[in-house]
């Protein structure tokens, strides 16, 4: 028998392949878990962003704004009208938190983790000498219009107060810095602290290095349910039958968190929302060949280049657990490029893509043990942060995993809702 910490990660994302990576690391024997592929969700698809010390999706104005997009399918943020009253408690919890006293707790909370999260990005990059594309330097929120360039200013000055240090640009010295867009750009914000990088390379190497430290990768199978002798977690049966034993089980599964947690009478206020990507070689009839990406901000469309080609993504869709593409949304994506950059030439994209994001219902990630039951561990809820938050995630459960606590973890813990009860 070995006395080293035996956990199981449910979930093959950036999340449950960071957590396993840093137990591991640490000497714990781990074994992972997923239904599919490494990487099959919004993990490997997303924008490839680093985006750090933005205020959550929960504004003050927001639920009024999302009333105005609910039926329209071409808008940034697009709710399918249906009957599920589960989304419609969500959206109404949603509501309440868009105050500005939750913006401000949410930023005393979330921007000293994005400083964090930079750290863990270099230093997982630089020990494991992972080859993802990784470039320092930020990204531009580029406007076309005055309320978009006063709303970025906002913010900006917003994350200004939390040690970042964005800055404001003009529509001139935007175009010095990246040429290929239109002279309808009236000015930008350069949030010079982000970065961007391929999230399948780096979650390619992020895999390699966690089979180097001894995880066990168990995959396309997925878990039926999580066991337990009474409130103590005692693994996991998988879809084939097969039970794997061990003393902590970490769930970072989306939103598919809630149907493992339901045996428990546990409510976990994740929707899923579902985002899109369009991929187009770089080329005289394709893609513009950028200098630094940028978020297109009257779309929410991030132009992040990537080697040979720039991936178009974003948009935000509430239409439940579907893996449907819905082609007016991707339509979207090519719409704001082409106003954006005039030289965008028609080539069909080689990646289309969309992917479901964990969208907690105040903004925030669900991240530590749930109260009253041993040896249960949520990481979920990262909403559009996923890949920003992957590494430092991972640091923060196995510090509570392996040494009983982390205070980063502190406001993000289950135990910050009503508690367990039904979903």
């Excluded at 035996?6 to 640490?26: C, D, F, H, K």
């Excluded at 909370?109 to 992972?130: C, K, N, T, W, Y």
């Excluded at 964005?166 to 914000?189: H, K, M, S, T």
């Excluded at 770089?282 to 080697?307: D, Q, Y």
């Amino acid at each position: 028998m070995s006395d080293r910490q035996r956990v199981i990660v449910v979930g093959g994302g950036v999340i449950g392949v960071s957590t396993a990576y840093e137990l591991a690391r640490r000497g714990a024997e781990v074994e992972l878990v997923e239904r599919r592929m490494i990487g099959a969700g919004a993990s490997g698809g997303n924008a490839g962003t680093i985006a750090v010390g933005h205020p959550p999706l929960n504004r003050p104005g927001r639920f009024t704004q999302l009333l105005r997009w609910i039926t329209e399918s071409s808008s940034p943020l697009y709710v399918k009208p249906r009957v599920d009253p589960s989304l419609w408690r969500w959206l109404l919890g949603f509501y309440r938190y868009c105050t500005t006293e939750h913006v401000q707790h949410a930023m005393s909370v979330m921007a000293p983790l994005g400083h964090d999260a930079l750290q863990s990005f270099e230093r997982v990059l630089s020990e494991e000498q992972i080859e993802c594309g990784y470039r320092s330097g930020g990204y531009l929120e580029v406007c076309a219009t005055e309320s978009a360039l006063d709303f970025a200013h906002h913010e900006a000055a917003l994350i200004s107060e939390y040690g970042y240090k964005p800055e404001l640009i003009n529509g001139d010295e935007l175009r010095l810095r990246e040429p290929a867009l239109g002279p309808d750009r009236i000015g930008a914000v350069h949030y010079h602290e982000s970065a961007t990088l391929s999230p399948s390379a780096f979650l390619s190497g992020l895999t390699k290095a966690s089979r180097r430290y001894g995880v066990r990768f168990h995959i396309g199978t997925g878990v039926a349910q999580v066991n337990h002798k009474g409130e103590k977690v005692t693994g996991v049966t998988l879809d084939s039958g097969t039970v794997l034993n061990c003393d902590t089980v970490v769930l970072a599964t989306g939103t598919y968190s809630k149907k493992l947690t339901r045996a428990f009478g546990l409510r976990v206020p994740v929707q899923p929302g579902k985002g899109y990507h369009r991929e187009v070689a770089i080329g005289s009839n394709g893609a513009p060949n950028l200098r630094i990406a940028c978020v297109l901000a009257e779309h929410s469309v991030f132009c992040t280049p990537m080697n040979t080609s720039v991936r178009f993504a974003g948009t935000m869709e509430f239409s439940g657990e579907n893996d449907e593409i819905r082609p007016e949304r991707l339509n979207q994506l090519t719409i704001a490029a082409r106003e954006a950059f005039p030289h965008m030439g028609t080539a069909q994209a080689h990646s289309e893509w969309c992917g479901l994001r964990p969208m907690s219902i105040d903004g925030l990630p669900i991240i530590g043990f749930i109260p009253g039951i041993e040896g249960l561990v949520l990481a979920t809820g990262h909403g559009m942060l996923g890949l920003t938050l992957g590494p430092v995630t991972g640091d923060i459960v196995a510090n509570q995993v392996l040494d009983g606590s982390d205070p980063r973890a502190a406001h993000l813990s289950p135990a910050r809702f009503s508690g367990r009860q039904r979903n």
